[in-house]
């Protein structure tokens, strides 16, 4: 199997959930401490080895290309003002990899923003990450998941314990245990079920290591919830029929995850990743202290 070097990151949502926010600037660029959200996920498939990354944006998307790109006159008004700790961070992000963009013109769900990949990606396998988790880079998941395909073949979903009350707001595999632990063979996927109707408490989170022929699956499958073509259902056929691209496995994940996709998960994801910096942990710790203690 080929060493997968692609990564594939859908950003061209509307992000309503944060309006007004979210009216002029993108829900990919909203610090999560002081970085983009959208800049843990690149780090975290730089992290993996994928060192071609892939984004897909839409309209009003323009910041994101600004903030992967060089900024000239930042950078020498840092230099000049002698301040190296800051030009280290700003450069940091133009050279975690090498970036491409397209648009997905028409929003159609993420099957069709994943297909809108296939011209770049061609016959290879690659990875998909949906920037509104973000997973802890002690906890390596994508690469995990890379080691699985290429042991494997197919395609790998990551997968979470969910509780029922939650299974509506999720995919959910109906799965099969292997020899592994933490492995488990997928063998059908439903897109967001009815409470009660889910297949398991196994819930696909957004990362996923696909075999290039998702796309042929991609291109005959038609909408489905929502009237959007979803990834899911794709999945679904390629778990049904492994003459298709090969089996799809699960990773079970167990570690930790931030959910910024939720308004109240988004600031519960900012104050467990302040809670653990070097630099503002102690300080914003005892803050936080006495505020519940005071306050709450």
């Given at each position: 199997?080929?060493?997968?070097q692609?990564a594939?990151?859908?950003?061209?949502?509307?992000?309503t959930?944060?309006?007004?926010?979210t009216k002029?600037?993108p829900?990919?660029?909203?610090?999560?401490v002081?970085?983009?959200?959208?800049?843990?996920?690149?780090?975290?498939?730089?992290a993996?080895?994928?060192?071609?990354?892939?984004?897909?944006?839409?309209?009003?998307k323009r910041?994101?290309?600004?903030?992967?790109?060089?900024?000239?006159?930042?950078?020498?008004?840092?230099?000049?003002k002698?301040?190296?700790?800051?030009?280290v961070?700003?450069?940091?992000s133009?050279?975690?990899?090498?970036?491409?963009?397209?648009?997905?013109?028409?929003?159609?769900?993420?099957g069709?923003?994943?297909?809108?990949?296939?011209?770049?990606?061609g016959?290879?396998?690659f990875?998909?990450?949906?920037?509104?988790?973000l997973?802890?880079?002690r906890?390596?998941?994508?690469?995990?998941?890379?080691e699985i395909?290429a042991r494997?073949?197919?395609?790998?979903?990551?997968?979470m314990?969910?509780?029922?009350?939650?299974?509506?707001?999720?995919?959910?595999a109906?799965?099969?245990p292997?020899?592994?632990?933490?492995?488990?063979?997928?063998?059908?996927?439903?897109?967001?079920?009815e409470?009660?109707?889910?297949?398991?408490?196994?819930a696909?989170?957004g990362?996923?290591?696909?075999?290039?022929?998702?796309?042929?699956?991609?291109?005959?499958?038609?909408?489905g919830?929502?009237?959007?073509?979803?990834?899911?259902?794709?999945?679904?056929?390629?778990?049904?029929?492994?003459?298709?691209?090969?089996p799809?496995?699960?990773?079970?994940?167990r570690?930790?995850?931030y959910?910024?996709?939720?308004?109240?998960?988004?600031?519960r994801a900012?104050?467990?990743?302040?809670?653990?910096?070097e630099d503002l942990?102690?300080?914003?710790?005892?803050?936080?202290?006495?505020?519940?203690?005071?306050?709450l």
């Amino acid at each position: 199997m080929r060493k997968i070097q692609k990564a594939v990151i859908p950003a061209a949502g509307l992000g309503t959930r944060f309006l007004p926010a979210t009216k002029a600037t993108p829900k990919e660029m909203l610090p999560v401490v002081d970085k983009p959200a959208i800049q843990y996920v690149v780090e975290e498939a730089a992290a993996a080895g994928l060192s071609d990354v892939l984004m897909i944006t839409g309209r009003n998307k323009r910041a994101l290309e600004d903030h992967f790109d060089r900024n000239y006159e930042l950078e020498s008004a840092l230099t000049r003002k002698g301040d190296a700790e800051r030009l280290v961070r700003v450069q940091e992000s133009s050279d975690l990899a090498t970036m491409h963009y397209v648009r997905q013109g028409d929003p159609r769900g993420l099957g069709h923003a994943v297909l809108c990949a296939a011209p770049h990606v061609g016959d290879e396998p690659f990875a998909v990450l949906l920037g509104d988790d973000l997973i802890d880079p002690r906890d390596p998941l994508l690469t995990r998941m890379t080691e699985i395909q290429a042991r494997e073949g197919g395609s790998v979903v990551a997968l979470m314990e969910v509780a029922p009350e939650q299974s509506h707001l999720y995919g959910c595999a109906a799965v099969e245990p292997t020899s592994e632990d933490g492995i488990v063979r997928v063998t059908g996927l439903v897109e967001k079920p009815e409470p009660g109707d889910a297949p398991s408490n196994l819930a696909v989170i957004g990362r996923y290591v696909l075999d290039p022929a998702v796309f042929a699956v991609l291109r005959e499958t038609e909408p489905g919830r929502g009237g959007e073509i979803q990834l899911t259902d794709a999945l679904q056929q390629l778990a049904a029929d492994e003459k298709l691209g090969g089996p799809v496995h699960g990773v079970v994940f167990r570690g930790r995850r931030y959910d910024t996709g939720d308004r109240g998960d988004y600031l519960r994801a900012i104050v467990r990743l302040a809670c653990e910096r070097e630099d503002l942990g102690p300080g914003f710790r005892a803050w936080l202290r006495a505020y519940v203690a005071s306050e709450l």
